[in-house]
C-alpha cells in the first residue's frame, strides 16, 4: 500500500508521489511567548509524519523556520522592555526544550528570517522587475493579487471571504496606495524604534509572507514535496507563499502536497496567544510524562479539530502506563503489525494506529508493541515493574 495524504489544494486524499529524498518543510513559530497545546499538535504530528515517511523507506530532508522579525514579537518586546532578539532567542530555547520532551526531532535546518533578509531584498527585487508587485508612494511594496488571478487556488474561499480572513489577520485591506485590497505586503518602511535594514525602497524590513518563501528557496529549492503547517495558515500566508514563489522561479506547482493540521479549541474556542486561552505543554510536563502528552495529541487525527479535555488526557496517561507494562511482554501479532502499517499510510490515521498499539497492549503483544510504537515516536522499556504502574 502506498502512503496516502491529504492534500489541502486537490482537496482529496492522494498516493504520496516522491523520490527517496522528501523535501518538507514546516512554518515554524514566532518566538514572543511559551508553547501551547496548538503547538504542541502541530509538530508533533509533523515529527510523526517524518518517522512514517522513514519508516516506509525515505530520507526526510525538514526545515522549519523561525520568524523572529514581525509585528507581534516587536509588539510584545516593547510591552516587556527587551531587544526584540533577545525575547526571540529566550523563546527558542524554550519552545526547543519542550519540544524535545515531547520526542519532535530537531528539523535538519532551522533558518532565521533576520539573517535571510538580504535575500529577501533581492527577492522582492525579483518581483517588482517581473511586473508582479509595485510600490506605493509611503515606501511600501505589496504584491499584485489580481494579476494573478490565483490567490483563491489553495484556499478555494471567495472574495468576501478572503477579505473578511485577509482584515482578520493584519492585511490591512483599507491601506493607501494599493491597487487591490487583497494585495499583501512584501517590504515596509521601518518605524523610529523598528530594526531596519537597507533596500532599494530605503531603510525598512519584510513583510511576513515573502519571509518563508525565500526560507523555503533558500534551503530546500523551488518546489518541496510536503509544505505545511497549522489549519490558520492556508490563507493567507500559505496562498501568498505559492503566488511569490511560483512567480519569482517560474517553477511549480511550489508544494506538491499541502498539509494542515486542524486547530486546538479550549471550551470551544481556539486557542490563540491574541484571546489568552492557552494550555502550555510545560505545565503539561509537570503532571504527566511526555509520553502520555504525545499519545494525548495522537489521539486527535491531524487534520481533525478538537478541544483540550484534562480527562482524556488523564486516560492517554493511563493507556501510555499500558503500553510501558505491557511492553515487557514477548507476545507477537503479524495481524496487528499489517493493521497499523495500513493504518499509517492511510492519511496518516495516529489514531487507528493508537488503537491497534492499544490492542497489541490488551492482548499480551510485548514483542509487536515495542516494534510499533517507535515509529509514532514511542519510546518503550523492555521490561516493566509493576510498582511504577
Known amino acids: 500500500m502506498r502512503m496516502r495524504l491529504y492534500d489541502t489544494r486537490a482537496r482529496a486524499v492522494r498516493d504520496f508521489l516522491a523520490g527517496h529524498t522528501v523535501r518538507l518543510y514546516v512554518c ?41 522579525v514581525d509585528d507581534d514579537i516587536l509588539r510584545r518586546a516593547r510591552e ?30 532551522v533558518p532565521l528570517a533576520t539573517e535571510t533578509v538580504p535575500a529577501i531584498v533581492q527577492a ?8 508582479h508587485a509595485y510600490a506605493t508612494p509611503d515606501g511600501r511594496i505589496y504584491f499584485d493579487t489580481a494579476a494573478s488571478g490565483r490567490f483563491a487556488e489553495l484556499s478555494g474561499l471567495d472574495r468576501p471571504g478572503m477579505l473578511a480572513q485577509f ?26 524604534d523598528e530594526p531596519s535594514w537597507d533596500s532599494d525602497w530605503g531603510p525598512g524590513r519584510p513583510g511576513w509572507h515573502i519571509e518563508c518563501s525565500v526560507m523555503v528557496a533558500e534551503e530546500l529549492g523551488a518546489v518541496v514535496d510536503i509544505h505545511g503547517g497549522g489549519r490558520d495558515l492556508i490563507f493567507p500566508h500559505h496562498s501568498a507563499e505559492i503566488l511569490q514563489s511560483e512567480s519569482l522561479t517560474g517553477q ?16 470551544g474556542v481556539k486557542m490563540s496567544k491574541s484571546l489568552g486561552n492557552l494550555v502550555f505543554v510545560r505545565d503539561l510536563l509537570e503532571r504527566y510524562e511526555a509520553g502520555a502528552v504525545r499519545r494525548y495529541l495522537l489521539e486527535h487525527h491531524y487534520r481533525a479539530d478538537w478541544s483540550y479535555d484534562d480527562t482524556e488526557l488523564a486516560d492517554a496517561a493511563c493507556g501510555f502506563k499500558r503500553w510501558q ?26 489514531p487507528e494506529a493508537i488503537r491497534i498499539l492499544d490492542e497489541a497492549a490488551e492482548v499480551g503483544a510485548g514483542t509487536t508493541l515495542r516494534r510499533l510504537a517507535p515509529v509514532l515516536g514511542f519510546a518503550l522499556p523492555v521490561s516493566f515493574s509493576s510498582a511504577d504502574v
Open 28 to 68: 515554524g513559530i514566532t518566538p514572543y511567548d511559551s508553547t501551547h497545546l496548538g503547538h504542541a499538535f502541530t509538530y508533533v504530528s509533523f515529527d510523526a509524519l517524518t518517522r512514517v515517511l522513514t519508516h516506509v523507506g525515505h530520507r526526510v530532508l525538514s526545515v522549519r523556520n523561525v520568524t523572529d
Open 124 to 131: 522582492v527585487r525579483g518581483l517588482v522587475a517581473g511586473g
Open 80 to 109: 516587556l522592555g527587551v531587544d526584540y532578539l533577545e525575547l526571540g532567542r529566550r523563546e527558542v530555547q524554550r519552545f526547543d526544550a519542550d519540544i524535545d520532551r515531547l520526542g519532535v526531532r530537531p528539523a535538519d535546518a
Open 325 to 350: 507494562k505491557a511492553a515487557g511482554t514477548e507476545g507477537e501479532r503479524d495481524d496487528l503489525a499489517a493493521a497499523f502499517d495500513r493504518a499509517i499510510r492511510d492519511d496518516l490515521d495516529t
Open 167 to 192: 482584515a482578520e489577520k493584519g492585511g490591512d485591506p483599507q491601506a493607501a496606495g494599493k491597487r487591490d485590497p487583497l494585495d499583501f505586503l512584501l517590504w515596509q518602511p521601518s518605524a523610529p
Open 252 to 267: 511549480g506547482p511550489f508544494a506538491r502536497v499541502w498539509m494542515h493540521v486542524g486547530m486546538v479549541a479550549l471550551d
